[in-house]
C-alpha cells in the first residue's frame, strides 16, 4: 500500500491558464473522489468515480471543470481558464468497499494569480 | 440532504488532560460517520468510524468517539492528550445510497499545551 499520490504538490499560475493535476489511487481501489479544500474550510465534494465511470459531479463542478479515469487507475483534473477563485487544496481520495474510510492523498495546492 | 456542525474553531487542552472534539451531524437516514485529522500541507488521515453496532468506537492513536443517535452527535475523544495530537480535526457523515460521498465539517483545531 503505496497510499495515494498527487502531483504537483504545489502549482502556481497566471490567470486564464489551463492547469491539470492527476491523481494515483490505491491500486486496488476502484472509488476516485476529488475534493476541493480552501483556507479555514472542510473538504467539499467535487465529483467521484467508480472503476472508469464519472457517476457524480458537485454543482461546485462549473463548465470549467473536467476530470476523467479514462482506464479506472489513475484520475486527472483539469481546470480551464482558471480565476482567482479557484485557488484552493485539490485533494484526491480513493476507497475500496462501500462505506470503507476513504484515504486521502497530500493534495495539489493551486495559487491562481 | 446531510451536514456536519463543528461547532468549535479552536480547543485547547493541557497534555494530560482529556480532550473532547465536538460534532453534530444531519442526515435523511442511517448515518455513517467518521473523523480525520490533518496536519499542516499534508492530506486526511482517518481515525475511526461509525457504521452501525456498539455506540463508543476506538480508532488510531488512543481517540475514540461516541455516537449518540438521540442528540445526534459524534464526539471525538481522548483520555489524555499529547503535544503531538496538535493538529485540525474533521468530522464527517454520510449515508446509504451516497457511494461514500462524505461531507465534512468547517474543522476543530486542536492545540495540545505542555
Known amino acids: 500500500d503505496t497510499g495515494v499520490s498527487q502531483d504537483p504538490r504545489h502549482k502556481i499560475t497566471k490567470r486564464g491558464q489551463n492547469v491539470t493535476f492527476r491523481c494515483d489511487p490505491i491500486?486496488?481501489?476502484?472509488?476516485l473522489y476529488w475534493y476541493r479544500q480552501t483556507l479555514g474550510q472542510g473538504p467539499e465534494f467535487l465529483t467521484y468515480?467508480?472503476?472508469?465511470?464519472?457517476?457524480?459531479k458537485s454543482r461546485l463542478l462549473s463548465d470549467r471543470f473536467s476530470a476523467e479515469r479514462p482506464k479506472g487507475s489513475f484520475s486527472t483534473l483539469e481546470i480551464q481558464r482558471t480565476e482567482q477563485g479557484d485557488s484552493a487544496m485539490y485533494l484526491c481520495a480513493s476507497s475500496g468497499a462501500h462505506n470503507s474510510p476513504l484515504h486521502f492523498g497530500n493534495g495539489t495546492r493551486l495559487t491562481v494569480t | 440532504a446531510q451536514s456536519v456542525a463543528q461547532p468549535e474553531d479552536q480547543v485547547n487542552v493541557a497534555e494530560g488532560n482529556p480532550l473532547t472534539v465536538k460534532c453534530t451531524y444531519s442526515v435523511s437516514g442511517n448515518p455513517y460517520l467518521f473523523w480525520y485529522v490533518q496536519y499542516p500541507n499534508r492530506g486526511l488521515q482517518f481515525l475511526l468510524k461509525y457504521i452501525t453496532g456498539d455506540n463508543l468506537v476506538k480508532g488510531s492513536y488512543g481517540f475514540e468517539a461516541e455516537f449518540n443517535k438521540s442528540q445526534t452527535s459524534f464526539h471525538l475523544k481522548k483520555p489524555s492528550a499529547l503535544v503531538s495530537d496538535s493538529a485540525l480535526y474533521f468530522c464527517?457523515?454520510?449515508?446509504?445510497?451516497?457511494?461514500?460521498?462524505?461531507?465534512f465539517g468547517t474543522g476543530t483545531r486542536l492545540q495540545v499545551t505542555l
Open positions: 491500486s486496488e481501489h476502484n472509488r
Open positions: 464527517a457523515v454520510t449515508y446509504t445510497g451516497t457511494a461514500s460521498k462524505l461531507t
Open positions: 468515480f467508480q472503476n472508469e465511470a464519472q457517476l457524480e
